[in-house]
């Protein structure tokens, strides 16, 4: 059996030698992989990664061509991944590597999706935490979906539940919702979350809010539902204020005119509109931006990765491969200081099986390709 761990990684230069050095301690009797998704980063965690390939062909890479989001990376480690149970897991070491034997003996049971459920948010804020739990049930009740809060992207999923959520191909993605609405079994394992090991969250307020409304607005059409109530609710108020007018002008002198009921009414009907507006608005644009079928992501350098036989749905493949099948690392797009100045570089398993020498003789530096 084989356990593939995916891992996106944006900026986690800090984070990357404790992760790999843990998963070795964590998975010792475990036939594993691990597949590093690189979206986009700007530190030296491409450098670090590419290294740690050379030195042991478990450690696979998948580079992107630029920032493509959390959601995209997890879903090509998702599409690269050849394991029989497949974890995804973030590298800032807040997804214990200790918990990944445990979640197998419930995968042997027979779940589809083992879900750890976090029992306890270190160094979170109270803030954090409130709107968290906020959401999760405002989303369950919209959504008609069985969203368990305090779940998040960290989970281990069978054969048949990766290769499920591999024909869900749209573009605005939420992966915990995607996990929810296959409906397989699953089991929730309680643990402790702790504080990052390492650097700084990626998502900030306005991330988290855009990433809040993505997930309300791929499962649940509840928001063009609201503008329908609101507007049904103001339209019975305004007929029955049109109702005391009417009684006033014909029964009693007391009518006098005045702007500020007018200027109310109609500062309330123009945001209930706007409001209504701006939703269907924003589900169209997300309808265009399916008819468009871009690809979720852009591959272009790879490293101890078999590259597919067939082209993958919605996704660019331009990383290079070498005969065996692994893909070679391109860097002709990006500088190449501190990289040694050789012609070609082999992956490890590529090199072993060509008789080069081993990955422990390479020099620790990345050599470029062109």
């Not at 399916?290 to 067939?310: D, F, G, H, M, S």
Request: charged share 20%; with cysteine.
């Amino acid at each position: 059996m084989l356990l593939s761990i995916v891992i996106p990684v944006l900026n986690e230069a800090e984070t990357i030698h404790l992760m790999l050095d843990r998963l070795n301690n964590s998975l010792c009797n475990i036939r594993w992989e691990v597949i590093f998704v690189d979206d986009g980063s700007t530190d030296g965690t491409r450098g670090i990664l590419e290294r740690a390939a050379l030195q042991d062909h478990r450690v696979k890479l998948v580079c992107f061509s630029r920032n493509f989001g959390h959601q995209a990376a997890v879903t090509a480690g998702l599409d690269f991944a050849d394991g029989d149970a497949v974890v995804v897991m973030d590298a800032d070491l807040q997804d214990p590597p200790e918990l990944l034997p445990r979640m197998l003996e419930f995968f042997h049971q027979g779940y589809d999706v083992v879900s750890p459920k976090r029992i306890s948010r270190e160094a979170e804020t109270r803030f954090k935490r409130w709107t968290a739990a906020l959401f999760y049930r405002v989303l369950s009740r919209m959504a008609n979906q069985r969203l368990t809060p305090d779940v998040g992207d960290f989970r281990l999923f069978s054969r048949r539940a990766v290769l499920a959520i591999r024909s869900l191909r749209e573009q605005h993605r939420y992966m915990r919702g995607m996990a929810a609405w296959l409906g397989l079994k699953e089991v929730f394992v309680p643990f402790e979350r702790r504080a990052r090991a390492g650097g700084h969250t990626k998502y900030s307020l306005f991330k988290m809010l855009r990433f809040a409304w993505t997930g309300v607005s791929s499962f649940s059409a509840f928001p063009l539902r609201i503008s329908i109530g609101a507007g049904l609710f103001l339209s019975c108020a305004g007929f029955i204020y049109l109702l005391r007018v009417i009684y006033l002008a014909l029964w009693t002198t007391a009518l006098v005119p005045g702007w500020a009921s007018v200027v109310a009414l109609q500062c309330a009907f123009s945001g209930v509109v706007l409001l209504a507006l701006g939703a269907i608005g924003d589900y169209v644009a997300r309808t265009y931006e399916e008819t468009k079928k871009r690809p979720l992501y852009v591959v272009t350098e790879a490293c101890n990765i078999q590259l597919p036989l067939t082209a993958l749905t919605r996704a660019v493949i331009v990383a290079e491969p070498w005969p065996g099948g692994d893909a070679r690392v391109n860097h002709a797009s990006r500088p190449c200081a501190a990289i040694g100045d050789t012609s070609s570089y082999y992956p490890v398993t590529a090199m072993q099986a060509a008789g080069h020498e081993t990955a422990a003789a390479l020099p620790a530096a990345l050599v470029s390709v062109k």
